[in-house]
């Protein structure tokens, strides 16, 4: 017994020593920095990138005398072998080669770990996120408008509609982003040419939607039992969402006021659309109900079962963002590697074409974006800072446009190889430019306020949801999203002073931009929280805007 | 009240050996509990309060309790744990089963064991021979199952009990985390093997469903009606035991209260959410879903206030005669919660089981719109498998299921099996000479020599019930789809850890806790009170 | 003949008790049956109705040590140190305080079991919140001390020891005061042993319930070398979850400790459980 009690003990004592010792090596000779994002392939790539961009940087790690250190042989293959590259690939090293004086690790996790090891100074240094606002709130981020200025990766580099992503209440820069989401349609063409639907126009309108969509599922259904070809993907869904912010935009609304403290859904407007949204899935069947998409069987990768549907034709066109080029590609690819294969020549491609969400008079285009947000607990604020500033870099803006995930940070520096793109791939259409110049233009965030927390759920998209599937009327699924809306400021309220102050503040402006409005007066610029309003009441020459000296 | 040397002496040596404990003790769950009190108390918010951020605490009294009693979502999610537990009496009950079949007499001599896998041996080679000339041998579905099936026979039948037992405990055994990602893929709409299964078999059924497609209401009724009837009749046995003195006024009640339940469902389940089913299957089912349809189906459904006439006539019926007969005085007087125990097990496990029947009839109600389009052609699809865990409706029961493949081998069988061998054999002689039936020697030997055993596993399993829903609804539907598999302990997660309101999230742990605490003083109080009987 | 007939019908009880057993067994086996023989498939089998693979794909159980990102060997080995170490501080800890409880006699002995027997009835959650708060006070977040300290003190654990010991005779008690025996060599030499069926029976118990645990690893852990299965598994089917057939081949191998100790030790489990439980 004893003998046994003392076995275990040393075995595990044992078993913890083996443990410290195999534990990954933290301490490394060289600043690491931890990046908290998404599981993807392709951050190890950027990493490598990383690496390479701090040595052209002159970044590089030096021995006592002053010399760079380099790379011998074991070291090479062993890096190689980590990011899953063979040498003389693109971003592999060899012996000889300078090593970069720091490193960065990517580490995955889900929001709410990501969260609550946030606020315990756990988060490692740079976190990923679309919720500054939320982060900085919670007192996480650390402002950095001078750093970013004076380093290059300040708010004018990137898109003008983005700001309102990377700053914080205290209107500081907090964070630059990785990338750009966006919510475009990509039409098939051939689908749509199969069927005798010759063009879409560059502008167009939801009654435009309804008529091509009625002519195009017609046809494409002609002589089937069931449906099976679809006008684009199911609206009970994030796309539905993005959609209807579209629509209801370019009329003039928007799910929150002008100072982002009350939602004002509750209004016909939304009602029309939504009713309209019930319309195309039930009546026209110009888009799938809940059991259609059950019922077409598509494995789902990466872009989602939608994007399948896409590409297998089911969907003449779909909502989504220009991070699916990267799949679009690799079915490409490997139908023509199929088709090399027999003996045929590889010439398999889909032309496509992008146009904006239809929509009426007040053009827009809705974005956001994975921002990589400094994070207050960082132990290498230097390394971090230069992260920063090689996203905004042109080696990885160009890598970004070439790989097509998403759109580039700092597009200004990237507009040569944007427009090369058609050249190369003629069957991506309008796709590449098109998005960046549509973002720079008319992009504007999809609806945030900072007073509901990023945790709480899409009540947009659930009462939507609830509608449809016939739990509530359209009254009540748009009384549903307002109260639900207020619901959550109401309680973010509540739970922090600070916010509390903060609405008040904001309150009793918006009273101020009521009576103006119902004056019609011009409005000042600076009231304007809802950077939809801000946008649009700028075009309409609603607004007054201040001269620098009138800036408090 | 001395407290001498001797004591001081005897004291420090027991906590001397308590001492590790119960500084761990200390430090996780005493601290951490006092802690929890005075957290649901305030606003506590890892907004303004945490390692970069210290605001003032405040006390806020009891917001956070009256908060959680006006979030409107607060009773789905309390309804869903409560939807989750209606599983317990059927776990509970298949572990009975098997424990009994274990418990079988199987202490057979060597010789009679090798005959039986003799015989078993040969007889799956006579039928996977007959099933080769069939033609059915080809496909090797046939001959795995055939295969699984022959070895865990030979297997037991040589290894007996041991074999068994250890087959139905495995799936108890290892479920967690692996599991719950084995059974996502099992229910996998379009590649899952059980939708795979389903496909063929639905498909065969499909023109019987359209034959007995005009019937389905009609069984409906009688479903419905039968859940009436049965209704009546336990609620006669509860006023002839009461009546006897076998049972308190208050136990009576009590059992009358709960076997309404499945009535007063079948009504509010017809109406909104089966409503918005029928209409939801129709708008599904008809190729073109025109709103005039969804009009014309929803009118020509038996109309909901025709059900509640029917369910709220059995109630009237059941509970008048109750109040007659309790007005009437009885035989012998007991206290009022004599076999309370009995009242809450085997009324509530009837109630289980007649709100699966209301369940069933809520199929035959649908059945119709899946397979016949309005115009009376079939539609294209027919009868469909379910989405499970993707579907609003579908993913508790798949939930359910889930859990009951893990329940039956569970430690509760093992219990049983104690159980079991700790009933004299006297008992079941004395019945063998009165010429009982098995049934007979079931329910007044077995049945009641276990009540203490049911007892315990009963509450235990409540306990559970009410913590439990976290692993599953964070692995399997992340509490989805529309909350609908969102338990207490899950949400609890959300709050705390998602949203950062610990506070708030704490106020409903204590209420979780006091649920908890009152299940288990109502064991206490009235637990051996069964088990005496 | 009356000998023969009598053999009959006991022997075709048999053979249909064997039959539902089997059966019932069967259909509780069939998901792991699937499991592995999916581990065995190409990716695009799958979902084909067959389930048998047309080629068997060994080389998915070693594909899945080489996934990027997917640290599984590593969170195997740190699942199995975490647990070990959880289960043998937790049987330690466990026995000497059911020690105390059950074989020595002192003030307020009973009470303070009383309290420890009433937080087993405290859900979990309400602690959890609080601890992880600890846990940031004392820099334990993403280490593994902090994961094992919590899990080191068990009141069932307690519960249940105190429930056997209770049941060894207490005139080995007093024969060993007799030879002039310490408490401690009283626990040791004479206790302990005699304890062995519960020992084992906390074991098993305290190991499978730390394999599993997913709450208190899922908000404490963050580097994913430093992950446990349960977590690692999750993270697995959130970002390689398509790969259903290395995800059934991991999932596979996960459970294979649990089987294999289940098998190993399940005579005394069983006995100990039995006795645990009717005394309960």
Redesign the interface.
């Known amino acids: 017994m004893k003998k046994l009690f003392l076995g275990i003990l040393l075995l595990l004592v044992a078993a913890a020593f083996y443990t410290m010792l195999t534990a990954t090596d933290r301490a490394s000779e060289v600043p690491v920095i931890t990046w908290r994002t998404d599981t993807n392939p392709q951050r190890e790539e950027q990493i490598m990138l990383f690496r390479e961009w701090l040595v052209r940087n002159g970044h590089i790690q030096k021995d006592k005398d002053g010399k760079p250190v380099l790379y011998t042989q074991e070291e090479a293959d062993a890096l190689n072998a980590h990011y899953g590259v063979k040498p003389g690939e693109p971003h592999s090293v060899k012996a000889g080669d300078k090593k970069p004086n720091g490193n960065v690790v990517a580490e995955t996790a889900s929001n709410q770990s990501t969260l609550i090891q946030a606020v315990s100074g756990m988060a490692g240094d740079i976190v990923d996120t679309a919720e500054v606002l939320g982060y900085q709130q919670m007192g996480v981020g650390v402002p950095l408008t001078e750093d970013a200025n004076k380093n290059g990766y300040g708010l004018n580099t990137t898109y003008p509609g983005m700001a309102g992503l990377l700053v914080g209440m205290d209107g500081e820069q907090y964070a630059y982003p990785c990338n750009g989401s966006s919510a475009t349609v990509w039409i098939n063409m051939d689908t749509l040419n199969r069927f005798g639907v010759k063009e879409i126009p560059e502008d167009w309108t939801p009654e435009d939607f309804e008529r091509i969509g009625k002519e195009y599922v017609m046809r494409a259904n002609e002589g089937l039992q069931r449906q099976e070809y679809f006008f684009t993907q199911s609206l009970d869904s994030g796309a539905g969402v993005s959609l209807l912010t579209n629509i209801v935009r370019s009329k003039g609304y928007d799910l929150y006021n002008e100072t982002l403290t009350r939602c004002v859904a509750d209004n016909d407007i939304f009602k029309k659309y939504i009713k309209l949204f019930y319309k195309w899935t039930y009546e026209d069947r110009l888009v799938p109900n809940a059991a259609d998409v059950a019922s077409m069987s598509t494995e789902s990768g990466y872009g989602g079962a939608d994007f399948s549907n896409f590409i297998s034709g089911k969907y003449a066109m779909v909502v989504t963002g220009r991070y699916c080029l990267i799949r679009f590609r690799e079915v490409q690819d490997e139908k023509n590697k199929a088709l090399v294969k027999e003996g045929k020549e590889p010439n398999f491609r889909i032309n496509f074409a992008t146009r904006l969400p239809p929509q009426y008079e007040f053009k827009n285009f809705i974005f956001g974006t994975r921002a990589a947000m400094f994070y207050r607990g960082s132990k290498q604020p230097e390394l971090a800072k230069l992260f920063m500033q090689f996203l905004a870099s042109k080696e990885y803006n160009r890598y970004i446009v070439e790989r097509g995930d998403g759109l580039p940070p700092n597009p200004s520096l990237v507009m040569e190889e944007l427009k090369a793109i058609p050249k190369t791939r003629p069957n991506e259409g309008n796709v590449n430019l098109q998005e960046v110049e549509w973002a720079m233009t008319i992009g504007i965030p999809g609806n945030f306020s900072p007073f509901v927390k990023s945790g709480s759920p899409n009540w947009l998209q659930s009462s939507i949801n609830q509608y449809f599937n016939n739990r509530m009327t359209l009254d009540e699924a748009v009384k549903n999203i307002e109260t639900r809306y207020n619901m959550e400021i109401e309680t973010s309220k509540k739970a922090n002073p600070r916010m509390m102050e903060a609405w008040k503040k904001d309150w009793a402006i918006q009273q101020k931009i009521d009576e103006y409005k119902k004056a019609g007066r011009k409005i000042p610029a600076e009231w304007i929280k809802n950077p939809f309003y801000l946008k649009y009441y700028r075009e309409k020459g609603m607004l007054r805007e201040s001269t620098p000296g009138e800036k408090k | 009240m001395a407290f001498n040397k001797k004591d001081a002496k005897d004291c420090a040596v027991g906590i001397g050996f308590l001492l590790p404990n119960i500084l761990g003790f200390m430090a996780f769950t005493v601290i951490p509990l006092v802690m929890s009190i005075y957290m649901a108390f305030t606003d506590w918010n890892l907004e303004m309060h945490n390692y970069f951020r210290f605001e003032p605490i405040r006390f806020v009294g009891f917001d956070n309790f009256i908060k959680l009693f006006t979030d409107p979502d607060f009773g789905q999610y309390f309804g869903n744990t409560f939807f989750l537990m209606i599983g317990i009496p059927f776990g509970v009950a298949g572990s009975l089963v098997a424990a009994l079949l274990l418990n079988w007499d199987f202490n057979g001599s060597g010789k009679r064991r090798i005959w039986t896998t003799m015989l078993i041996t040969a007889v799956m080679i006579a039928s996977a021979g007959i099933l080769v000339c069939l033609g059915m041998g080809a496909t090797a579905m046939t001959l795995l199952m055939v295969s699984l099936i022959g070895g865990v026979l030979v297997i037991g039948s040589l290894g007996g009990k041991t074999v068994y037992r250890t087959l139905f405990y495995f799936p108890y055994f290892t479920a967690g985390v692996a599991t719950y990602i084995l059974w996502k893929k099992l229910y996998n709409p379009l590649t899952g093997p059980i939708n795979n299964a389903l496909r063929p078999i639905l498909e065969a059924l499909n023109p019987v469903a359209i034959l007995i497609a005009p019937a389905c209401t009609a069984i409906g009724i009688i479903l419905l009606v039968f859940v009436g009837l049965f209704f009546l009749s336990m609620v006669r046995r509860k006023l002839r035991l009461w009546r006897d003195g076998e049972c308190g006024t208050l136990s009576a009640w009590l059992g009358i209260a709960l076997l309404s339940l499945p009535l007063i469902f079948s009504w509010s389940w017809c109406s909104p959410s089966w409503k918005s089913m029928v209409e939801y299957n129709a708008a599904c089912a008809v190729e073109t879903a025109r709103p005039e349809v969804l009009v014309n189906v929803s009118t020509t459904n038996p109309n909901p206030v025709w059900l509640l006439v029917m369910a709220i006539a059995f109630l009237a019926t059941g509970w008048g005669f109750a109040a007659y007969r309790l007005s009437r005085g009885r035989k012998y007087n007991c206290i009022p919660d004599r076999a309370i125990g009995d009242s809450a097990i085997v009324d509530g496990s009837t109630m289980v089981g007649l709100m699966a029947m209301v369940g069933i009839a809520c199929v035959f109600w649908v059945l119709p719109q899946m397979v016949l389009q309005t115009n009376g052609q079939p539609t294209p699809d027919g009868l469909t498998p379910p989405q499970w865990l993707a579907d609003y409706y579908w993913a508790k029961p798949s939930l359910l299921l889930m859990g009951f493949w893990g329940a039956i081998g569970s430690n509760n069988m093992l219990l049983y099996l104690a159980g079991l061998s700790g009933v004299p054999q006297e008992l079941y002689e004395a019945a063998d000479i009165d010429g009982a039936s098995p049934w007979q020697r079931f329910w007044n030997i077995t049945w009641p020599q276990l009540s203490n055993v049911t007892f315990f596993i009963m509450i235990m399993a409540v306990i559970g019930g009410l913590q439990g829903g976290f692993d599953m609804a964070r692995v399997m539907t992340q509490g989805g789809p529309a909350g609908s598999t969102t338990t207490l302990a899950y949400y609890i997660y959300t709050q705390g850890f998602g949203t950062g309101r610990l506070g708030y999230a704490s106020a409903v742990s204590w209420l979780l806790f006091l649920l908890v605490f009152v299940v288990t003083m109502f064991n206490w109080k009235f637990g051996n009170r069964y088990t005496n009987e | 003949m009356k000998e023969n007939s009598k053999?009959l019908t006991?022997?075709a009880?048999?053979?249909s008790?064997?039959?539902?057993?089997?059966?019932?067994?069967?259909l509780?086996?069939l998901?792991?049956?699937?499991?592995i023989l999916?581990s065995l498939k190409m990716l695009d089998e799958?979902?084909?109705?067959?389930?048998?693979p047309e080629v068997c794909q060994w080389h998915n159980y070693r594909d899945v040590f080489t996934m990027?990102?997917i640290f599984f060997g590593?969170w195997y080995?740190?699942t199995v140190?975490v647990s070990?170490?959880i289960t043998?501080l937790q049987v330690?800890?466990?026995s000497?305080?059911a020690?105390?409880?059950s074989r020595?006699?002192?003030?307020?002995?009973d009470k303070?079991f009383f309290l420890?027997l009433a937080?087993m009835?405290?859900?979990?959650?309400?602690?959890?919140?609080?601890?992880?708060?600890?846990m940031?006070r004392l820099h334990l977040?993403?280490t593994?001390t902090g994961l094992i300290?919590?899990g080191?003190?068990s009141?069932f654990g307690?519960f249940l020891m105190r429930q056997f010991m209770m049941n060894i005779p207490k005139s080995l008690d007093e024969a060993a005061e007799i030879d002039g025996a310490t408490?401690w060599q009283l626990?040791?030499d004479v206790v302990?042993?005699l304890a062995r069926p519960a020992l084992v029976t906390l074991t098993i118990f305290s190991f499978?319930g730390s394999?599993?645990s997913?709450?208190w690893p899922?908000?404490l852990m963050?580097?994913?070398?430093?992950y446990t299965?349960?977590?690692g598994?999750?993270?697995f089917?959130?970002?390689q979850?398509?790969q259903?057939n290395l995800?059934?081949a991991a999932?596979a191998m996960?459970?294979v400790p649990?089987?294999i100790i289940?098998?190993a030790m399940?005579?005394q489990l069983?006995k100990g459980?039995?006795?645990g439980?009717?005394k309960?």
């Open positions: 053999f006991n022997f009880k048999l053979f008790l064997n039959v539902v057993l089997t059966l019932m067994a069967v509780l086996v998901p792991f049956t699937w499991m999916a799958i979902g084909y109705d067959t389930w048998l990027k990102g590593r080995w740190n140190f070990a170490w043998f330690f800890t466990s000497l305080a020690f105390s409880f020595l006699q002192w003030k307020g002995r303070v420890y937080t009835m405290l859900p979990g959650l309400v602690m959890m919140i609080p601890n992880y708060q600890n940031i977040v993403d593994y300290l919590p080191a003190f009141a307690t408490k626990y040791w302990l042993p499978i394999y599993n997913l709450f899922l908000v963050k580097s994913p070398d430093k299965l349960p977590i598994m999750l993270a089917d959130s970002s979850g398509q259903t995800l059934m999932v996960s459970v649990m089987i289940f098998v399940q005579k069983v459980i039995m006795l439980g009717v309960g």
